[in-house]
């Protein structure tokens, strides 16, 4: 039984941690416009919200547009 908890408590654990892993993002500090240029060549759509749900006030939403225009145009 006790090795049955383990299992599910590892699985738990992992399942928890892959949700997160492609939103974590240092806020503070960050270089916005290169993050979102990144994003752009990427294609990826949707962060933009993540990152101000996330960051509140330390994201910079207009430097992170225009990164994501550029790169969306290369």
Same mark, same amino acid.
Do not use: P
């Given at each position: 039984?006790?090795?049955?908890?383990?299992?599910?408590?590892?699985?738990?654990? #992992?399942?928890?941690?892959? =949700?997160? @892993? $492609?939103?974590?993002? *240092?806020?503070?500090?960050?270089?916005?416009?290169? #993050?979102?240029?990144?994003? =752009?060549? @990427? $294609?990826?759509?949707? *962060?933009?919200?993540?990152?101000?749900?996330?960051?509140?006030?330390?994201?910079?939403?207009?430097?992170?547009?225009?990164?994501?225009?550029?790169?969306?145009?290369?």
């Amino acid at each position: 039984m006790r090795n049955a908890s383990f299992k599910i408590c590892v699985v738990a654990l #992992l399942l928890a941690l892959s =949700g997160c @892993a $492609g939103s974590v993002v *240092e806020c503070h500090g960050q270089n916005w416009y290169r #993050l979102g240029l990144n994003d =752009g060549q @990427a $294609g990826a759509q949707g *962060e933009r919200e993540s990152y101000t749900k996330s960051c509140g006030a330390d994201f910079d939403a207009k430097q992170y547009d225009e990164g994501y225009k550029a790169g969306a145009r290369r």
